[in-house]
Each structure stands twice: as C-alpha cells, then as structure tokens.
C-alpha cells in the first residue's frame, strides 16, 4: 500500500524558513519522480517543486526558484522542501505526490498536470504571517 506522509508544516513570519518532510512508503520503482504542490483557500492546487526519485533532475516553479530547494532526506524514501525567504503568499497546504510520468516541465520550469499524479499525501500546513 503507497502511502505519503507529510510534515514540517507550521507558522513562521515572513522572511523565515521551514524544512517540509515527505515519507513515502510501499512504492515500485515504476514511480519515477516525486512533486510538491500547495493549495491555498480558495485557489486551485499548483505545483511547486519535483524531482526524480534519483533526484538527478530537480524543476520548480517560477513562484520558488532561489527560495525553495527540493532534496533528498536522511531517511529511505524521503524528501524535504526546504522553504527559505518565505512570504504571506507561500501560505498554503502543502502536499507531496508520486507520478510514473516524470516532472512535466517548459524550459525548467515546473508545469505539472495533476492527473499525472497516482497517489497524495494528506497535506501539513504551512502559515506566513507576521
């Protein structure tokens, strides 16, 4: 059974930082890369970051690029965001998901379909705000 588990969320004041943690268990290795995404109230979900699960290839949005920095955790199996300079419009749910696809990407810039995406996590979230 695939199961994501999201962490690390919380609140921080603009300008901080918070490390995300994506634990991903009981995936083949027909799945080939590894996206995080957000969603905010109100807005639809949009991908932030992916990278293949030999993490030799890493996209983000254009949102994040120099602030956020996918990689691989100290754990089997696990992936942190690390979130740097965050702003009050980095608010938002924040969740990990595995594809068989590969990053969809233009130039290197992350452009995700969502369909693309087999499995979720349950989301942590993240708070800017001073």
């Known amino acids: 059974q695939v199961q994501l588990v999201e962490s690390g969320g919380g609140l921080v004041q603009p300008g901080g930082s918070l490390r995300l943690s994506c634990a991903a268990s009981?995936?083949?290795?027909?799945?080939?890369?590894i996206g995080w995404f957000r969603q905010a109230p109100g807005k639809e979900r949009e991908g932030v970051s992916c990278?293949?699960?030999?993490?030799?290839?890493?996209y983000y949005a254009d949102s994040v690029k120099g602030r956020f920095t996918i990689s691989s955790g100290n754990a089997k199996n696990t992936v942190y965001l690390e979130m740097n300079s965050l702003k009050p419009e980095d608010s938002a749910v924040y969740y990990c998901?595995?594809?068989?696809?590969?990053?969809?990407?233009?130039?290197?810039?992350?452009?995700?379909?969502?369909?693309?995406?087999?499995?979720w996590g349950q989301g942590t979230q993240v708070t800017v705000s001073s």
């Open positions: 990278s293949t699960t030999d993490f030799a290839n890493k």
């Open positions: 009981g995936f083949s290795s027909e799945y080939y890369a």
């Open positions: 998901a595995l594809t068989k696809q590969g990053c969809t990407y233009f130039g290197d810039t992350y452009y995700p379909f969502l369909n693309e995406y087999d499995y």
